[in-house]
């Protein structure tokens, strides 16, 4: 029984991926670590996790490849694969809102997210601008749809197309 293949084990890294996005990047490096495991010196492992990992995810990471024995690229090779797989089964939160996130915002919906949905869970997140005062969320075969604009038109009903129609010409 290996330890690379439990789940949990790789829970101190998941746990700072938030996004799609993120885990994209973090797909790329464990590709291009996969790679470097058999060129010669360590060195080229360190440098790749210190730029191109998030910087939340590198710590942990550069953390669990330096406990592994350094004579056996194949042990590395087994942890980044059981990595991969693990963040493929990460659940997807997708959320669509009508700005561009800050870093702060995106780290107030993580924690709302794990707290209420789970901790695999990560965020699809995209910008349509379109959205007034809202954001449409998809996960596990539900959506919702919640902004001023649907708020607006469900309140005043037929009122809302001449309303509309007086606002905008």
Known sequence: MSASKNTTSYDDICRNVRTTHERSILYNSI???????YKKG??????????????????????????LPLSSPDAAK?????LRDTLMQLQ?????VAFEPTEETIAVL????????GANVIMDISVDHALLGGSRI????????????????????????NIKHMLYE
């Open 31 to 37: 590709e291009a670590l996969t790679e470097a495991l």
């Open 42 to 67: 360590v060195s080229s492992l360190d440098e790749i996790i210190d730029m191109q990992l998030p910087h939340a995810v590198a710590p942990s990471l550069k953390d669990r490849l330096m406990r």
């Open 78 to 82: 087994e942890f980044l694969a059981g």
């Open 92 to 96: 997807i939160l997708s959320l669509e």
């Open 110 to 117: 993580t924690v709302w997210m794990r707290e209420h949905i």
């Open 138 to 161: 998809s996960f596990g075969g539900r959506y919702k749809e919640i902004n001023l604009a649907s708020i607006n038109e469900s309140a005043l009903g037929y009122q809302w197309e």
